[in-house]
């Protein structure tokens, strides 16, 4: 079933268990305009509060590109002033701010070109499973912009820093096989295999207990943040829900009588 969306550009649907967000832009590669930037964090909410979506994938249109960054053509317009910039930079940050506190699984298909900006919306997520034929970078020194602490720390927390300061300083481009090496992608599958093991591995999630799922997710959104702001009551809460839940007895049930648990999240 397919969402409304704010743009055609970037189109929301629900499969079942499973949320899908698909970047429309194959003409430009699937490089996120300001109306995509600015639809993303709406997406995200929905899902964030529909009890029956427990994943959700991002995918670029087409066989090219999962996101070949932002859509620098806009730039002349959208971005034409200080106050402009300071609009435009406002969504971006939302979306980005959106991407990194989704409370939900979040699982980035990548095919074909995964750069600049796009790589920022693939290491937001929790896992990235990619094509043999992708291919990854930042080429912000080729183009002379400033990148922010967030984003290198981000990058350098998932891949460390040396890896990091070659991406950044070359600013060239990586293939597959490269990023695996990094730590940047968890998985590396041929094009022709890439949409049904990406749908299975969501699917394996969508089986599991959402509560224990949901506990694993805050835990690691908490890591992101300084040591003194991160909520660990909240997380230990989590972990106490968790065993005293209908799915904690359901578990051991299944367990005891070797068969397929059916957990209801709660």
């Known amino acids: 079933m397919d969402m409304q969306t704010l743009t055609e550009k970037l189109v929301a649907r629900k499969d079942g268990a499973i949320g899908w967000i698909v970047f429309n832009n194959p003409q430009k590669h699937n490089a996120v305009s300001l109306e995509m930037w600015e639809a993303l964090p709406v997406v995200l909410d929905e899902f964030a509060s529909d009890a029956q979506i427990r994943v959700v994938i991002l995918r670029g249109e087409g066989e090219k590109a999962f996101v070949s960054g932002a859509d620098i053509s806009q730039f002349k317009e959208k971005r034409s002033s200080a106050e402009a910039v300071q609009t435009y930079n406002a969504a971006s940050d939302r979306a980005s701010r959106a991407l990194n506190e989704f409370s939900k699984p979040l699982i980035a298909m990548i095919r074909g070109y995964c750069i600049g900006g796009g790589l920022g919306v693939a290491t937001a997520c929790d896992l990235r499973i990619a094509s043999d034929n992708s291919r990854f ?24 820093p040396s890896f990091t300061a070659e991406i950044f300083y070359t600013g060239r481009q990586f293939d597959a096989q490269e990023a695996l090496q990094m730590g940047l992608v968890n998985r590396v599958l041929p094009v022709v295999e890439l949409e049904k093991y990406v749908l299975d591995y969501a699917t394996t999630i969508t089986n599991n207990a959402p509560l224990t799922i949901a506990a694993v997710k805050r835990s690691l959104l908490e890591m992101r943040k300084d040591p003194g702001e991160r909520d660990l009551e909240l997380c230990q809460k989590m972990v106490e829900d968790c065993f005293a839940s209908e799915d904690y007895r359901e578990g051991r049930t299944a367990f005891m009588e070797k068969r397929k648990p059916v957990f209801r999240g709660r």
């Open 137 to 160: 970078g930042v080429p912000a020194a080729k183009l002379g912009l400033g990148y922010r602490y967030s984003g290198i720390k981000r990058l350098a927390d998932l891949v460390g």
